[in-house]
């Protein structure tokens, strides 16, 4: 049964609702779809599902871009209603006749509406009774022809069988006598144990087996060789243990015990001071020109452009189209596609994106002495702004200001998958945090990697910030909250915690990791990810989302807040894993990692990263 049918404006005005349906909706569908879908540059794909306690909808929608209409059907996920897309076509073309933008009120189109449902029903329960005519008829016939033919092989097996009748007799030749024949000679080659070249065509030849293995044979044994060869250099270039003193070894090579930092205090230390940080400089953008070929994105080699001509093109970004259809978009969108994947686009977001603008272009009329690629790459460049802009301001100077009223730390985790930059971005972090007079504590809770301690505790060194250690195999989960205490006794305003780098997949690390998230409560998770990347950043961040949720003990289970984006000038202008990151897990770019030194750290320029995309 539907639920809700919806029409709204795109400025979140309500026109009309189906008073008939009156069900009260669990939850907040409709605008979970407009935060989550439609804003999101979404609306390409064919309905969402929203699940809500004690209850799963799932929504459909079209548009009608030139009126700027949005029509939503809303129904129990578990009905699958085959008549909701007819349904809201015919909703569309019938509403768009009466609508007036100074009206607010239709009630005289629930009439229309009934009628339109009735309709749309009918035609579906018609569908449904001649599919099922079909199939009785279909089923019958099979049924009559298997039937005809196992007493056709009962036959014949009995004829074969009584050894009369089977050679070249009249019933052989009822009954299918080449099919005997060719059963005879089957069987005789088989008893006979040769290999009958009559019966058997195409078998393999089992002389052709025997020479493969023969030189199989003699290849393993060359191989053979050299792997014996391979061994003997390698003992004779194996290298002597090495002698460290003459007291007994330890059973472990654990130097990482807290009272160990006396050691370094006859080291002079100076604090690393590099300047101002990237972070706090206002990046002025340089307005280039671009040349109207760029534009054009090669939309006059396109087959469409050659079927209608230079003269009936050139008339048409003149006078206008009345209507743009997908056909005219397809060409463009192709072009867009393909320009965003060499810049390092995920494929799959890259299609989204281009039916999402699509979806946004369909019906809408075209400016005269405009043309359809220029439309298509405005179009895109706004979504793609949109896409990029954080959703909900995250000010971590306005939080920790926050936080340290309230008397507690503001807890940072970063996450990530091994060899991104955690711990090296974590320092650049602590380092702008001290220019804006924040107290800053380090918390190793890498106790799985090997030098992990010791790296944070020559950033700390250099930082002349305090650190928190329990050395390695300890539970990163209490280390944090141990270090949160700490913090707090100390009067300490940020808690920086330092992480292992996992895999999205390695279940048993995702698991420690979602158990320090869970017991430490922090106040933000940046995912830490390599600007390199290109289809494998949807597949860490959303398998990094998804683990987080399944293995939480919690209801709401905390997921990525940010991202930090690290390597970003090694990639000159492929920067479509910026992209790709926020698109599938909705968190923004809060740091750009861009160097080696404490000061590289940047805020992401959203027009840049759109501008340059589509360059």
Known sequence: MLEQLLIFTRGGLILWTCKELGNALKGSPIETLIRSCLLEERSGAASYNYDAPGAAYTLKWTFHNELGLVFVAVYQRILHLLYVDDLLSMVKHEFSKIY??????????DEMFRQLRMEAEARTEELKKSKQLIKPVNSRKQGQLQKAGFEGGKRNKSEFGSGNDGGDGDSAKVTGGNHTNMEKSRVTAVTNGKENTGSNIGAFDVSKLQKLRSKGGKKKDTITNK????????????????????????????????????????????????GESMMDKEEILSSESETEGDEDMGNDNKPEAKKKGWFSSMFQSIAGKANLEKADLEPALKALKDRLMTKNVAEEIAEKLCESVAASLEGKKL??????????????????????????????????????????????????????????????????????????????????????????????RRLQIPIFEKGYEKDPAIVAKEAIQEATRSGSDVVLVDTAGRMQDNEPLMRALSKLIYLNNPDLVLFVGEALVGNDAVDQLSKFNQKLADLSTSSNPRLIDG??????????????????MVYISGAPVMFVGCGQSYTDLKKLQVKSIAKTLLK
């Open 227 to 274: 792997e014996d060869s391979k061994v003997d250099m390698k003992k004779k270039a194996t290298k002597k243990n090495r002698v460290w003193d003459d007291s007994p070894p330890e059973s472990k090579l654990d130097f990482t015990d807290p009272m160990a930092e006396d050691s370094y205090d006859h080291i002079d230390v100076v604090a690393a001071d590099q």
């Open 100 to 109: 007036d933008p100074k009206r607010t009120e239709y009630n005289d189109f």
């Open 367 to 460: 400016a005269s002495f405009t043309r359809i690629s220029s439309t298509v790459q405005a179009a895109m460049e706004e979504a793609l702004i949109r896409i990029l802009t954080p959703k909900r301001s995250i000010d971590i100077l306005r939080d920790v200001q926050a936080a340290k009223e309230l008397g507690k730390p503001y807890v940072v985790v970063f996450v990530g998958v091994n060899g991104v930059g955690k711990s090296t971005n974590l320092a650049k972090v602590a380092y702008w945090l001290l220019h804006h007079k924040v107290s800053v504590m380090m918390a190793a809770c890498d106790t799985f990697r090997s030098g992990a301690v010791e790296q944070l505790r020559t950033h700390a």
């Open 563 to 580: 991202i930090l984006l690290t390597k970003f000038d090694t990639i000159d202008d492929k920067v479509g894993a910026a992209l790709s």
